[in-house]
């Protein structure tokens, strides 16, 4: 645990004005609005905030109402808040000013703070500094990250959840079991004369089989993601000349795919966003259709739909109301019935027409539904790094229960 975090629980010296140099940035969205906020951060921030906002709070943590006041401009009513290093978001001393959201005003504010000592912050360099000063660990800075670039409500909290410590808390519990069955191997090397009450080698190699077991749920590797940094993948599938590639003009309401009667006209996969109806974005793809490959292309098109289908969040599996294939869908898979046009669903799933339209609205909110279940499920969010990270953690668990 950091210097920080202990602090902040009561233990350690008592809070100091920390910080770097004094830097200011805004932090609410631009353009105009009835209010915008100034952060500033680092040493010496509660004099410049002085220097320009009156009357300037005397203890940290607690909002003044008061004015801003600059050479040439009336008064202004705006608000302070101030906190004390290490107990504030960097780590540092640090000021907000919650000013009128007038965009001559806020420039203005930012060029008269900078005249008087401060920078103008690097982008991400508040959090840059919430890390360097123990407040936040990395797996939270990257979810500060992908919950300020996050475009729909899954994506955000999941982020969140992820900001909270919900990753780290998981992965703390697997660092403690492996500490626990580490301490087991490192006392029957050191004290294998001793009667000591030690775990078998049997016993330790699959406990570390199924704490791998445990890094490989986390990491999605069974039972779907549970690290859900990436824009969800809905992949479209069925036998050839199913109407995938003309579901998937349809969905988008462009021809972003080539439609033909003949059976195999899609070979390599397709892909493009699609926004669901909650706002959600997810990159759908139309992969080439189920067949006995007539040709070594066509069977490297099939390897590739398989592929696709297999990193997919969701499988969107089309099946033609006139020429129905036997067998059921594949598990986990949406089951949809393609050209609804031609006549009635012969079995049960939902039933569309990309010609008419029937059905298109019903399918993009069962995809959402879908979507939206599995996020519930996992709820957690993970970078690409965090996803690298876990694997080599499961190989490396795996490879020392064979040793063992």
Known sequence: MGAAAKEERGAGPEPRAAGGEAIVAVASAPGASERAVLRLSGAGVWGLGASVFRPFPERPGRVVSGSLELPGWPPAPAWALAFRGPRSYTGEDAVELWLPGAPPLLRRTLLELQARGARLADRGEFTRRAF?????????????????????????????????????????????????????????????????????????????LELAARVRALAGGEGGRALTASVPRVVLRGPANAGKSSLFNAL????????????????????????????RAVLLLDTAGDKVPASATEARALSGAAE??????????????????????????????????????PGPGLAVSARSGEGLRALAAAVDARLGEAAAACGLWGSARQEAALGAADAALRRAAEVL
Do not use: C, F, M
Not at 252 to 276: F, H, I, N, Q
Not at 309 to 332: F, H, N, Q, T
């Open 308 to 345: 696709a289908a297999s990193a997919a969040d969701l499988v969107v599996y089309l099946r033609s109301v006139d020429a129905p294939a036997p067998g059921a869908p594949p598990a986990g898979a949406l089951p949809v019935w393609s050209k609804r046009d031609l006549g009635p669903a």
């Open 132 to 208: 360097l000063n123990d407040r936040l660990d990395l797996t939270q800075v990257e979810a500060v990250l992908a919950l300020s670039t996050s475009e729909d409500e899954r994506a955000a909290r999941a982020a969140q959840r992820a900001l909270a410590g919900g990753l780290r808390a998981r992965v703390d519990a697997l660092q403690d079991e492996l500490l626990r069955l580490r301490a087991h191997i490192e006392a029957a090397i050191d004290y294998s004369e001793e009667e000591l009450e030690l775990l078998a080698p049997e016993r330790l190699a699959r406990a570390l």
């Open 252 to 279: 988008l309401a462009r021809d972003a795919a080539l439609v033909s009667p003949e059976a195999g006209t899609t070979r390599d996969a397709l892909a493009a966003e699609w926004r669901l109806p909650s706002g």
